[in-house]
Nanobody
Framework: QVQLVESGGGLVQAGGSLRLSCAASGRTFSSYAMGWFRQAPGKEREFVAAISRSSGITVYADSVKGRFTISRDNAKNTVYLQMNSLKPEDTAVYYC?????????????????WGQGTQVTVSS
């Protein structure tokens, strides 16, 4: 019921910032919890951040707390990931995902829909 398209990735120096966007084409965006995940080559896809359907609840991986901020604009059918103080270890393909469950899962296999991913590369 929702299709996701990511944008905003690129190359940035350590300490810099990027904002990722995930635009949804479905008509039920506001009914989904949204999450961001990342995956480096040869590694498991890992949880980064998630936001509830109401946008009042957010969850972050310990590795990004204080540096990343997830937000959503239901009127624009878009979820964002503001990434500050980027580190080389943040380098990965970043994916947005949608979940129709009432909870906010952090496991990737729970999510129903996924974007195509956008590459984030942080140089040192």
């Amino acid at each position: 019921q929702v299709q996701l398209v990511e944008s905003g990735g690129g190359l940035v120096q350590a300490g810099g910032s990027l904002r990722l966007s995930c635009a949804a084409s479905g008509r039920t965006f506001s009914s989904y919890a949204m999450g961001w995940f990342r995956q480096a080559p040869g590694k498991e896809r890992e949880f980064v951040a998630a936001i509830s359907r109401s946008s009042g609840i957010t969850v972050y991986a310990d590795s990004v707390k204080g540096r990343f901020t997830i937000s959503r604009d239901n009127a624009k059918n878009t979820v964002y990931l503001q990434m500050n103080s980027l580190k080389p270890e943040d380098t990965a393909v970043y994916y947005c995902a949608a979940d129709d469950e009432a909870s906010i899962p952090t496991m990737p296999n729970v999510y129903d829909y996924w974007g195509q991913g956008t590459q984030v590369t942080v140089s040192s």
